[in-house]
């Protein structure tokens, strides 16, 4: 496998999502972007989501807009809990206070970087009812760097459960 470009399938529980809704929801009556990770387990070329990971962040405004950070050692103590337990990232999955897409921050400043992995913003800070069709996914490649996959890719790769 190379790094994680052979997923073709990502399985996540319907309260995996809701539990990502609420706590960006909690975020953003406070004005402020959240971000949370989608680990598991690869079995051949799926994904099952086991957990979601809601790192130790501090979010703050700028002149520039709303953004958070995660330090260095959270994300150590994240990765030794991921070798641990034998789990994978595959996502990363945060919030905009408007319209979903992948911004410069985004694009420069992962926490994944693992070719093959994914980055999904949600707009409204999640207020809105869920849907995956309002979702930005988007995918690291190598020779074009962050891809935003089109609607129909995207229901084919991610299955809500």
Same mark, same amino acid.
């Given at each position: 496998m190379n790094g994680l470009t052979?997923?073709?399938k990502?399985?996540?529980? &319907?309260?995996y999502i809701d539990f990502i809704y609420?706590?960006?929801r909690e975020q953003g009556v406070k004005g402020f972007e959240c971000i949370g990770l989608f680990v598991g387990v690869i079995i051949e070329n799926t994904f099952e989501v086991k957990t979601v990971i809601i790192p130790n962040q501090t979010a703050y405004k700028t002149k520039y807009g709303l953004n958070y950070r995660v330090e260095g050692d959270e994300l150590?103590?994240?990765n030794k809990w991921l070798y641990k337990n034998g789990y994978t990232l595959i996502? &990363?999955?945060h919030s905009h206070p408007t319209e979903a897409y992948h911004s410069e921050m985004d694009d420069d400043f992962p926490i994944i970087a693992t070719e093959g992995g994914f980055s999904i913003v949600i707009p409204n800070?999640?207020?809105d009812e869920f849907s995956i069709n309002d979702w930005s996914v988007n995918r690291l490649t190598?020779?074009?760097?962050?891809?935003e996959l089109g609607i129909n890719?995207?229901?084919n790769i991610i299955t809500i459960m």
């Open positions: 052979d997923i073709n990502i399985l996540i529980s &319907q309260s609420d706590v960006f150590y103590r994240i996502a &990363q999955i800070f999640g207020f190598s020779q074009k760097g962050w891809v890719e995207v229901k």
